[in-house]
Every structure is written in C-alpha cells, then in structure tokens.
C-alpha cells in the first residue's frame, strides 16, 4: 500500500519540538508521507517563542497549490496559521478539497483536521485577535477541530474550567460551525484525562486515561492532530483514528529524551506503532540470575524486574525481550509475540480463515490483551495489544 500523502498546514518550530517539525515526524513515523505548506517561521525552544515571521498568504497558498497539483493529498492537518489573511485565504482554497471532483474517488473529499493553535505550550502567543475571529472559516471547512481547553475558551466565549463545561462548549462550537470538535482535556485538574468527541447532533464519545507526570509536553497538540489526520488519510473512522493517534501521543510523552530547560520535546522517533508489530520475544529460563545479568551484558536495558521468575529488557530500537522462569518450559522453547492496535478483527479474521487458537482473547493483569496460538511445527505464539504497557508498564524500573 502507498502511504497516506498529509499535507501539512503550519509554522516552524526552530527547537524541534511543535509545529512542522513535530508534524513530519509524526506522519512518518506513523507510516504516511508529509508534504508542507509553511505558515510562519518561528524563533523557539522549550523556554518560549522569541520571535515570528509571518509568510504572506500568497506564499502559503502558492505552496499548497505546488503540493496538490503535483504530489496530492489524502488527508490535510491545519495548525498554527499565521495571521487572519492568511487563515482565510487557506480556507476558501482548503474548502474545494471537500468537493469530491478535486480527489475524484469518493463524496467526502479529502478529510481536514484543523487544530486552532493560540498558544505555544511555553505560554508565548502564537495568534492574535483577528486570526482568532478568522478560524471559523477554517472549523467549517474542517472534518475535526481539536482545540484544547483555554483555546475552546477562546473559540467561544465560554469560561472552560470543568469537565462539563468543557462538554457544553465543545458542543456550542461543533453546532456553530458544523464540524465535529475534539475537545482535550489535558488543561484541566485531575488526575484523569478526559477528550470528548462531540458531534453537531451532541453526540459524545469519551477517552480517559491517566495523566502522564510530565514536563515534556511540547508539541502534544501538533502531534495528536497530525496522528489523527494520518489515521483519516488512510481510510480509518473518526473514532479509530483519535483512539491510535492518543496512543501513539502516551508513547511518545513516555519516549521523551528530556531535552531542554523547560517544557521538553516527546519522543517521536521511539513512537511507531504499526499494523503489526515483531517487538516481543520471550525466552524460558532455568537460572534467572544469570539470565538477567547475561542479557544486562549484552548491553540491554532491563525494564521489569520479578525476581526469580520474570524481567523484561528493552534492545535501543525499542523492541523488548523477556525471561521467564516457568515449569515445563525449557531452552529453545521460546515465545514470539505479534503486537496489533486492531487486535480483536485481527484474531477475529485468522478464525475465519480456519486458524486454531489455543486460548481466546483476554485481558490480562499486567494490561496486555492476548491470544494465545501455535504454528505448524508447535512454536507458540502471542497475538496481543499493549501500548504504551509493553514499554511503560506502571512498574517500570525508576531511571530506566
């Protein structure tokens, strides 16, 4: 398969973290291929924004028109925009992507993701007033608009201090311009973290998961909605897609290399999270001592630790390797396992195609979710989802 083509609708980042340079990351590392029109040039790193150039609207639009004319587009990710000229320049042009003679294949034309950036995550102010008043344009041409608290504040005039209130004006904003608005609740208080989608009609979708302890949460927004649009130019729904592209955010925050005095940049380049995964091999072992400290030689990282019976290292590309202690097991009898974010259609497939499984599927308590089966010559084998557990279990080892 080709990858999704995602043009990319935003300005600079000098340090790396936010804006171009988070969203081509993002959309490689996810498997699509990025192209760009670039709407300012920043001066900034984890501290704040020291200054911004604007690029005129024609040069914004003459770098679209260069991209579509040529290359294409599956999917398109709006962030930071520049100024009001601009803003409604790339929505009247962005707006004949929705009219199914300009990809020719289908009668939703080209899905949009526009996340209204006003803010750096440094505090530094990245949209004024009237570029502000201009982003509806953008919202109504848009599939999704994924404004954080304090910006949905600012769409809508509404004070955004709760879960609820975040409901209610996520849905004032999606019933005024007619798009479906992610609303993130990362602003919030709590230990929770709650996003809702929202439809026109008021329908509500809610993702909670626990808030990651963090300083490194530079580029969080450019990063989840690039996720997002990658997943929607590949032909995936709505929901999916905002479900993988959380994922791969956790991850990533997870990942980060902790650059930086401030806010610090994720780690995008540790992120992938494919269809299918070989990133999990488990041994058997007979002495654990001298497993652990023969794979700790072989300079791996260990990253769980069960003394006597089970650790787990991490190799530097990412992939992890167990030894497990356990009766019946002996040397050559490992296991492969095979990781999916799409897991119960996958299994749910192979069964239709007459593969034998030896366990169903199950959640398990250490937050993998598995099905157990053997090949041909009775290797075993693990079709399971992780997530951020394979790599970040909460029992991690501390300085790992």
């Known amino acids: 398969m080709k990858p999704p083509r995602v043009l990319i609708v935003a300005g600079s980042d000098s340090g790396g973290g ?69 803003a409604e320049a790339v929505a009247e042009r962005l707006s004949l992507l929705r009219h199914p003679r300009v990809r020719g294949d289908d009668e939703g034309g080209i899905p949009i993701v526009f996340d209204p950036v006003m803010v750096a995550t440094s505090g530094s102010l990245l949209a004024d007033s009237p570029t502000i008043a201009a982003f509806d344009r953008l919202a109504r041409v848009s599939t999704l608009v994924t404004p954080n608290a304090p910006e949905l504040s600012a769409l809508t005039g509404l004070a955004v201090d709760d879960a609820a209130r975040l409901e209610a004006a996520a849905l004032a904003l999606a019933r005024r311009t007619g798009t479906e608005v992610l609303a993130k609740g990362g602003h919030l208080d709590g230990d929770m973290l709650t996003d809702l989608l929202v439809t026109p009609e008021g329908a509500v979708t809610r993702w909670n998961s626990q808030r990651i302890d963090t300083r490194n949460t530079h580029g969080t927004g450019c990063t989840l909605s690039s996720a997002i649009a990658t997943h929607l130019g590949r032909g995936r729904p709505l929901d999916e897609s905002i479900e993988r592209a959380r994922s791969f955010v956790r991850i990533a925050m997870l990942a980060a290399p902790g650059f930086g005095q401030g806010h610090g940049p994720m780690g995008h380049e540790a992120a992938a999270y494919g269809e299918m995964n070989l990133n999990q091999v488990t041994l058997p072992a007979r002495d654990y001592r001298a497993s652990v400290d023969f794979y700790r030689t072989l300079g ?52 239709s195609l007459g593969i034998a499984f030896e366990t169903s599927l199950e959640d398990q308590r250490w937050g993998w979710r598995e099905a157990h089966l053997r090949d041909p010559a009775g290797n075993r084998l693990i079709l399971y989802r992780a997530g951020e557990n394979r790599r970040f279990p909460p029992w991690r080892l501390k300085d790992q």
Not at 325 to 348: F, H, N, Q, R, T
């Open 300 to 351: 791996l990282t260990q990253i769980v630790d069960s003394p006597g019976r089970y650790a787990r290292f991490e190799c530097p590309g990412g992939a992890t390797l167990s030894i497990h202690v356990e009766d019946g097991g002996k040397p050559g009898d490992a296991m492969i396992c095979l990781e999916s974010a799409d897991l119960d259609s996958w299994v749910e497939r192979l069964r």
């Open 18 to 86: 936010a804006g171009i340079q988070a969203d081509t990351k993002t959309v490689t590392m996810l498997g699509g291929f990025p192209t760009t029109s670039i709407t300012a040039i920043t001066a900034q790193n984890t501290l704040g924004v020291s200054a911004v150039m604007p690029v005129p609207a024609e040069l914004v639009l003459a770098q679209i028109e260069a991209v579509l004319c040529d290359i294409g587009a599956d999917a398109v990710k709006i962030g930071m925009i520049g100024s009001a000229e601009t």
